[in-house]
């Protein structure tokens, strides 16, 4: 009787479960965005909510919950409950970087959270100040070289992209800087346009409207091959220097998510990046879309955190 009565209760739970699925969503769903508004990933989670909900005729809204490199945001996803109506705009930050550097830091990655859908990348570009006099890259390394002090740099916070990437490129490129780490994109563009640091490290989306308006220079960014819509900004590798990197993001939320949720998000995150018109507005800010299934997702990501892994080791960012 005792096994009978427990059958009957799982099997409840999973015609509970599938109902619930089949139901979802009927209520508003939460987006977290986990970085300060303005910036990259506040615009590609507008962008992500905006779709959805006319996808799925339900309200997605955006609530920012930025510190801790974007740790924050993500951890109050990974403690919801997996009932598909909590999701964050994650990136390698938060799913690799952060991680590796921090085994303390209050959720795991492969644990806590199920990653859904890749929805775009954005290299990292090196601007300086249009007034610095360096409007190029031979311009700024012979700067680097005279300099009496390392040339301080900001990104958007100790083991971020722009931090690995800046760090990265003076190591090869035999120079001295000195990382300054921000919240978020903003107030460090907002510091480097006022002049309290000489060159900043961040996605080409967060820099580009400052870039466009004259009030930064940008030197190099670290995509494959130059982009589009910044035909006269040279990428590191045909500079000679090898480093190629990109700040993803992706759509995850917490682990144990029905799968007929999780495949639902992805047709849907898939069908938005495809959209010509979509993938046109990208471009524009320097950030480069991707379709991947969810299996294809979980092998990139794995890959991405074997090939940061030794960069940290060597930078002395990898936690105990």
């Known amino acids: 009787m005792t096994r009978l009565c427990a059958a009957l209760a799982t099997s409840a739970l999973m015609v509970s479960t599938v109902a619930a699925a089949d139901e979802w969503p009927s209520r508003p769903v939460r987006m977290v965005n986990t970085f300060a508004a303005g910036g990259t990933a506040d615009v590609l989670t507008r962008l992500v909510a905006d779709h959805l909900t006319i996808a799925f005729k339900q309200q997605f809204f955006v609530e920012t919950r930025a510190g801790a490199g974007g ?23 938060q799913l690799v970087l952060l991680p590796l550097g921090n085994p303390k830091l209050g959720y795991d990655p492969h644990r806590d959270l199920i990653n859904i859908a890749y929805v ?22 012979a700067h680097a070289k005279k300099a009496a002090a390392p040339l301080t740099y900001s990104s958007s916070g100790v083991g971020s992209s722009g931090h690995l990437v800046g760090e990265s490129f003076a190591q090869k490129a035999r120079i001295k800087v000195e990382h300054v780490p921000y919240k978020g994109a903003s107030q460090g563009l907002m510091d480097l346009v006022a002049g309290h640091i000489f ?68 047709r849907e995150i898939v069908a938005a990046v495809s959209k010509p018109e979509v993938q046109q507005r990208l471009r524009h800010d320097g950030l480069i ?27 002395g960012l990898i936690g105990k």
Not at 120 to 141: E, H, K, Q, R, Y
Not at 307 to 312: A, I, N, Q, S, Y
């Open 120 to 141: 775009a990348g954005a290299p990292i570009m090196l601007s300086v100040n249009a007034a610095s006099g360096v409007g190029t890259f031979a311009d700024f390394i």
């Open 199 to 266: 060159f900043s490290a961040q996605t080409v989306s967060s820099s580009a409207a400052q870039v466009r308006g004259g009030a930064l220079n940008a030197i190099v960014h670290s995509h494959a091959a130059r982009l589009a819509d910044f035909p006269d900004v040279p990428t590191f590798k045909e500079l000679g220097i090898d480093l190629v990197a990109t700040t993803w993001f992706t759509l995850s939320g917490p682990a144990k998510l029905p799968p007929d949720i999780v495949q639902k998000m992805n």
């Open 71 to 93: 740790a924050i945001g993500v951890q109050s996803v990974a403690n919801s409950p997996p009932d598909g109506y909590n999701f964050v705009l994650s990136n390698i930050t």
């Open 289 to 315: 879309a991707e379709a991947m299934s969810v299996e294809q997702l979980r092998d990139y990501i794995d890959a991405e955190s074997a090939r940061w892994k030794p960069v940290l080791e060597q930078a």
